[in-house]
């Protein structure tokens, strides 16, 4: 027999499914007996088939210990003690007990257990039954760092496709896997089987395939468990236990602070309480404390307290308060106004602020917290942290005192606080990676590690997401398109690839950590690749890019009302940050992409302006756009309040003044977003259909405005970069773009000027057939033989000339980044934005981060 040690910590956990177990008709009993300090418990089946998934539980005289325990596992809480039986005596066969190899173990002192349940009931057989409990069970072991779950069925079925939905305490990571993947958003982490151990027969176990994994904390213990949104533990949902100790902590005559115990948790973790006035329910906070506003003066008020679960399940409610508010005509003279008003601390969403008490004749009921004039929070102390706020924005704050007849202060003096930035004060490096790199380009998620750019990235923006056209909801598509004709206005409706996103498996060359796909995994494909990225980086950040130019076509209808705004950003949050993907080929499921984007990227391509041949444009999009950027910013923050994780919102604007007039609210927009990543590129060029500019050459992606530049606009990444800043978009927010590829003519005349600015014949052969007028920087160098370079000093711009009537290409290389580089730090902008990441070798981001040291 296996011996378990003491220091092997355990959880056991009781799994449902549909499927009824086989239970005995007698329930099953338990004997206690003792021998010195060691105590014992024989189970016993009485009944007529074999019980599987028993515990017990029984609790000790106070300061008694249990340890050491033989032929099961023993954890101790307080007084309790739970005691799950090994492998090998969990079944009892009909007429059997778990002799000779019941559970036995050592106690501190010689003591009788003064109660015992077994499954929930009497260990005597007293009282009534045991609550009815599933017959899959998932027991829960670690040792140091590293974990285990051991999945059980006794269901009398055979079970497919098991799931294990597990919180960790705060700042507790899992990661790795094997048998089996784990993933995690926030608390939340969701065990997955590989295809080998997916399916279990009845009275089998995964056993020895069960899936292991690593948590960041020794002896880390899960705090709940759920599997397919049921309770764990199969006795259905129990609901928090009432709040406890509910008081009045200050009134004044419209407002009353309450404060009350915690409850116990339930089945799940308590993530808010219901404060009730009456039978209305006045608000909704997390702690243990809340102020109910909008009283009337001198007047009785009845108020009680429910907690609520992840679930939404509610407790009972607390036992009930009365409170009268105050008589206003008691006292009418304000306190002082609150002095030394002080920001203690910041960082890119939220401020700390302290001040000096104020006085007042009938004592300090409270003090609002006012920003921009508005009230952000109210407390009952003299410091407050101000969340919510927006990255790189100044604010001002003021602080006013009310008594406890709601008399109120003037305001203080402000304080004006500026956040920080969203990379801590240095220069954010966002490189794009394209869903479909995998396919022609050969670049997969691996070359971002091997040529070097993911060590200096920031971030990852993943394109692209689309829109599904009738329910006006994030897609995760599972096609590949509907046509390769670029100009066909239908192209993008209902077009995705969940093959590439999370369905494709990979070799061990093709893979971030050198280990192969097998094919069954439930997360496949770029999302699993961009996982073990980001498990190598972990300071690596990873946002889903929803749009781009072929799948813009339906953001107007998404955002034309407030209740499809809402619906959008929902679905958008519940596939991506949530990680609920569809099914595809045995891959996706619930929770399958949890963790592995760290935000949204928005690319309306473009609001309120022309953009793919068929976009839908409405004469309201830029009032629409500012109120979807609104209700991401909106629907992400309430998001952190559940996971304590915030999570960015970002955006591909133009770098054409039109464009941004037409869809642009700039200030407004601002205060939502985190980084505005500016176009910097595509001034010029000649499409594949030659319907761009396919007579004249023209620089992509000069920062300055050439002298020499014959069209009547000129664009420049330094004119793209004003326009937002003389709108009061703090630079801080600002990102310029860089492009990892050329764009190209053909039959170029000389002119004099090595072909600069001079006659051509449409665009020259692109990288592949599809994209004439392009080539990724790598292939460029590579393939267009006898390309001389010139470097304009004056536009900082750098293009490749064959000679007069050949090719004429204009692109970004080291010496074009690092004189924008030495730019964009001279303006104090955040950083770079790069399109696209399969074009460099690891030169250009070398050099992108080298001139941002």
């Known amino acids: 027999m296996r011996r378990l040690i003491s220091a092997l910590l355990t959880l056991v956990v009781v799994t449902a499914l549909a499927v009824a177990p086989a239970q005995a008709a007698e329930r099953l009993t338990a004997t206690f007996s003792l021998n010195g300090t060691t105590g014992k418990y024989v189970v016993n089946n009485p009944g007529t088939a074999a019980a599987s998934g028993w515990a017990l539980v029984f609790e000790l005289p106070s300061g008694v210990t249990a340890s050491n325990a033989q032929n099961a596992t023993l954890s101790q809480s307080g007084t309790k003690v739970t005691l799950r039986p090994a492998h090998y005596i969990d079944s009892i066969r009909a007429g059997g007990t778990t002799e000779p190899y019941s559970p036995t173990f050592s106690l501190s002192s010689a003591v009788q257990p003064t109660k015992c349940l077994l499954n929930g009931a009497n260990c005597d057989g007293s009282g009534d039954p045991p609550p009815e409990k599933a017959g899959v069970t998932a027991t829960y072991t670690v040792e140091g760092t590293r974990a285990k779950f051991v999945i059980a069925n ?156 992840r679930k939404g399940t509610l407790s009972p409610a607390s036992e009930p308060l009365k409170v009268k508010t105050n008589d206003p005509s008691a006292d009418t003279k304000a306190p002082s106004v609150p002095d030394g008003l002080r920001s203690t601390g910041k960082d890119s969403a939220s401020v700390k602020l302290a001040w000096t008490a104020s006085t007042d004749d009938s004592g300090v009921a409270n003090y609002d917290v006012l920003v921009d004039g508005k009230v952000a929070t109210t407390v009952t102390g003299t410091t407050a942290t101000v969340a919510g706020l927006s990255p790189s924005t100044a604010y001002s704050f003021t602080v006013q005192a009310r008594d406890l007849y709601d008399n109120v202060s003037a305001a203080s003096s402000a304080v004006k606080v500026t956040t920080d930035d969203v990379v801590g004060n240095g220069h954010a490096r966002v490189g ?124 107007s209808d998404a955002a034309a009302t407030d209740a499809s705004r809402k619906k959008f950003v929902a679905s958008c949050i519940d596939t991506y940050i949530k990680g609920n993907l569809p099914d595809y080929n045995g891959a996706g499921g619930p929770g399958t992409a949890a963790g592995i984007f760290d935000g949204i990227d928005l690319d309306w391509e473009w609001p309120g302006a022309e953009g793919h041949a068929g976009n839908h444009i409405g004469k309201d999009d830029k009032v629409n756009n500012t109120l979807l950027i609104a209700e991401f910013r909106r629907q992400l923050d309430a998001l952190t309040k559940d996971t304590g994780k915030r999570y960015e919102l970002t955006a591909f604007t133009p770098a054409d003044p039109a464009k941004i007039k037409a869809g642009w609210d700039l200030p407004e927009v601002a205060k939502s977003m985190d980084i505005f990543n500016v176009q910097g590129y595509d001034f010029h060029g000649s499409g594949s259909d030659n319907s761009w500019e396919p007579n004249r050459t023209g620089h992509a992606g000069n920062l300055y405005t050439d002298t020499d530049d014959p069209y009547p606009f000129h664009f420049s990444v330094e004119n793209a970069v004003k326009a937002y800043l003389d709108d009061g978009v703090n630079p801080r927010k600002i990102t310029i773009g860089l492009a990892y590829y050329g764009r190209g003519w053909k039959e170029v005349t000389d002119g004099g000027k090595k072909g600069e600015w001079q006659d051509a014949k449409g665009a020259a052969p692109g990288q592949f057939a599809e994209e004439a007028g392009t080539r990724g920087y790598s292939n460029l160098i590579a393939s267009v033989p006898n390309c001389t370079i010139t470097h304009d000093e004056q536009a900082i711009a750098t293009s490749c000339f064959t000679g007069n009537n050949g090719q004429w290409w204009s692109f970004d290389d080291t010496w074009s980044i690092g004189k924008k580089m030495a730019w964009l730090k001279s303006k104090n902008l955040l950083g770079a934005m790069i399109w696209e990441m399969s074009g460099d070798p690891g030169l250009l981001t070398k050099a992108v981060d080298d001139g941002l040291k």
Do not use: M
């Not at 295809?195 to 279990?200: L, Q, R, S």
């Not at 007047?299 to 609520?308: D, G, I, L």
């Not at 999370?502 to 999302?527: C, H, I, M």
């Open 154 to 309: 006794n269901s009398g079925a055979t079970i497919s496709n098991w799931s294990v939905v597990f919180d960790l305490p705060n700042g507790v990571v899992a990661s790795g896997g094997d048998n089996g993947t784990v993933s995690q958003s926030g608390r939340t982490a969701t065990l997955t089987p590989a295809h080998y151990n997916a399916t279990i027969q009845s009275g089998r176990t995964t056993e020895p395939y069960s899936p292991t994994f690593t948590v960041s904390q020794s002896g880390a213990q899960p705090t709940s468990c759920r599997v397919n949104d049921v309770n764990c533990d199969g006795t259905g949902d129990a609901a928090p236990s009432a709040p406890g100790g509910l008081k009045s902590t200050v009134k004044t005559t419209k407002t009353v602070s309450l404060a009350w115990d915690a409850a116990k948790p339930g089945s799940l973790p308590i993530t808010a309480y219901e404060v009730y006035n009456g039978a209305t329910l006045a608000t909704t906070v997390p702690d243990t404390g809340a102020t109910i506003t909008g009283l009337t003066p001198n007047t009785e008020y009845t108020f009680t307290v429910k907690a609520r679960d």
């Open 432 to 555: 794009y990676f394209v869903q479909w790199g995998i396919y022609g380009r050969q670049y997969f998620v691996r070359n971002l590690d091997t040529t070097g750019a993911a060590a200096r990235l920031t971030h990852i923006n993943y394109a692209f997401a689309n829109i599904d056209p009738k329910n006006l909801t994030c897609l995760q598509g599972v096609t590949k398109g509907t046509t390769p004709d670029p100009q066909d206005p239908n192209q993008g409706d209902g077009a995705g690839d969940a093959e590439a996103d999370y369905g494709r498996p990979f070799s061990a060359g093709q893979s971030v950590d050198g280990k192969a796909d097998t094919g069954w995994e439930k997360l496949r494909g770029n999302y699993n690749q961009l996982k073990k990225l980001k498990a190598k980086y972990p300071k690596l950040k990873v946002l889903i890019s929803i749009g781009g130019w072929t799948y813009s076509k339906y953001f």
